[in-house]
């Protein structure tokens, strides 16, 4: 069964607190992404990823950073936590460019930064 | 930038009626894509319906396609206690590398 696995489903961080979120998938996909989710906005993309050591902006890449040093792991990380980073993030893959297949998502994690 | 909008923001019937949802989109796309989500978890995939296919069906769900109109519909027939979900659109094109979603429809099924 494919999976994509998050590190934590909730997280409780302080503001100015450097964050991590791990994102690790079992499908030898090329391309991840992580979004954050906000009721009535949808889902927006922060990054991507197409390759190992490769990574785009998307939408919303302020604030955040990432890093992909092997296939199967992508991590997000908030360089100093702030209030209106306080969302659902999202991570997904999919074996074709993201625009063309079906992506597949991790469970999430839910971050309240105080 | 979004692009989908699905209609209704809100949907609440009773177990057995149909669901009908819609979503509109602005630029060209190569596919259009249903996504459901439960109780703030993860989004599961649904169904793809390319942009030269008109209707496409899997299990209870029908998905329809007009790219005059720029827009699409999803049908779940025979609704179920378990379809209570908030489903999303999201389209793919050519120009484009990432998939633009819609704000989403919270479906209710009243049992």
């Known amino acids: 069964d494919v999976k994509v696995t998050q590190s934590s489903r909730y997280l409780v961080k302080r503001t100015g607190e450097k964050v991590f979120l791990e994102c690790v998938q079992d499908?030898?996909?090329?391309?991840m992404f992580w979004y954050r989710q906000d009721p009535g906005l949808g889902l927006r993309l922060i990054y991507f990823?197409?390759?190992?050591?490769?990574?785009e902006k998307g939408d919303i890449p302020e604030g955040y950073s990432v890093s992909r040093e092997k296939k199967e792991r992508f991590s997000l990380i908030l360089e100093s936590a702030s209030t209106n980073q306080t969302s659902m993030y999202l991570c997904?893959?999919?074996?074709?460019?993201?625009?063309?297949?079906?992506?597949?998502f991790g469970p999430g994690t839910r971050l309240t930064v105080l | 930038s979004q692009q989908g909008e699905e209609d209704p923001q809100a949907l609440s019937i009773q177990e057995g009626e149909n669901a009908t949802m819609n979503c509109s989109y602005k630029t060209s796309i190569n596919n259009l894509q249903w996504y459901r989500q439960n109780s703030g978890r993860g989004l599961v995939h649904l169904i793809l319906i390319r942009s030269n296919e008109r209707e496409k069906h899997s299990g209870r769900l029908r998905v329809t396609l007009d790219t005059s109109k720029k827009s699409s519909s999803l049908l779940i027939t025979a609704s179920r206690a378990a379809d209570t979900a908030s489903y999303f659109c999201?389209?793919?094109?050519?120009?484009?590398?990432?998939?633009?979603w819609g704000a989403g429809t919270k479906l209710i099924i009243k049992p």
């Open positions: 997904a893959s999919t074996r074709l460019a993201g625009s063309q297949g079906e992506q597949f």
């Open positions: 499908m030898d996909h090329e391309n």
């Open positions: 990823s197409y390759d190992v050591k490769m990574k």
């Open positions: 999201a389209t793919g094109a050519d120009s484009n590398y990432q998939l633009i």
